[in-house]
């Protein structure tokens, strides 16, 4: 039989443990509704002119500075956002993977591409405007970080299972491209369909000219499917910055713009 001092370290673990779990669960909800209310706030007012303050105002915590302690910084947050919709997105991509095997196109690359796509317009804000694909159509004209876009490279605690998979079924449509070509082309159609949906969402819709969503999202697609899967190359081998260099003393992008530097154009 267990001691009487035993039985009070039993007791004490046993309440330690308690208390972790219930302080793992208050942080995992304060997590998410700080997630929610900035997305909420970066779709509304972009990402660069919110601060970290009024995320955690929007958020209900007393203590501005807890965005930071959870997160370490705005682009950590974005990340997570992104992360955290990748998961919630898991099974519907998952219902729509086993459509395209059943249909038999889980080969075909513009349905690749609404699987990959499609799940953004889930989420939606005040009159019914895409909140998420606004969200992502920032992200994509700011950010080259791969974690982004492949939130699942140092997914350990958090797998994707079901997105890793269909990127690589995306992949494998396209062995041409070198792998750091390939995920600017992932960026790039996202930011085709972003782009589309956002700027249907800004249009003025009783405007007979104006397409509609469907209509927009078809012809989006289809752009997306010419776009991800052109040629790296010129036939020749030879590219328009080099064909351009031997008539007129052209040697790199940055000659376009008089010699200034403009990287982050040719990063995103």
């Known amino acids: 039989m267990r001691s009487k001092n035993e039985k009070v370290l039993v007791q004490d673990q046993c309440f330690l443990m ?3 779990k219930t302080a793992n669960r208050a942080s995992r909800a304060t997590i998410l509704i700080i997630i929610a209310a900035a997305e909420k706030l970066f779709s509304m007012r972009g990402i660069d002119n919110v601060s970290m303050r009024e995320i955690a105002f929007a958020s209900g915590l007393k203590n501005t500075s807890a965005v930071n302690y959870h997160f370490g910084g705005k682009e950590e947050l974005v990340q997570a956002i992104s992360h955290h919709y990748t998961l919630e997105f898991e099974n519907v991509r998952a219902r729509m993977m086993d ?3 059943t249909t038999g196109r889980i080969y075909d690359l513009q ?3 609404e699987i990959l796509v499609l799940p953004y317009l889930s989420i939606v804000g005040p009159g019914r405007s895409h909140r998420y694909a606004k969200f992502l159509s920032q992200v994509t004209l700011r950010s080259a970080d791969a974690r982004t876009f492949y ?6 605690d958090k797998p994707a299972p079901i997105c890793k998979s269909l990127l690589q079924h995306l992949r494998d449509r396209m ?3 070198p792998e750091e070509i390939f995920r600017l082309r992932v960026r790039g159609v996202i930011r085709i369909f972003v782009g589309a949906v956002v700027g249907w969402d800004n ?6 000219s104006i397409p509609s969503l469907e209509n927009t999202l078809i012809d989006a697609l289809s752009q997306m499917t010419a776009a991800i899967s052109a040629p790296f190359h010129y036939e020749d081998g030879r590219s328009l910055f080099m064909l351009a260099g031997d008539e007129g003393g052209f040697h790199g992008p940055h000659d376009l713009v008089g010699g200034r530097e403009r990287q982050s154009d040719f990063e995103v």
């Open 18 to 20: 308690t208390r972790r």
């Open 99 to 101: 459509t395209a095997r």
């Open 111 to 113: 349905t690749l591409l």
């Open 151 to 156: 939130p699942f490279l140092d997914d350990a």
């Open 175 to 177: 062995p041409h491209l």
């Open 203 to 208: 249009a003025d819709v009783d405007n007979g």
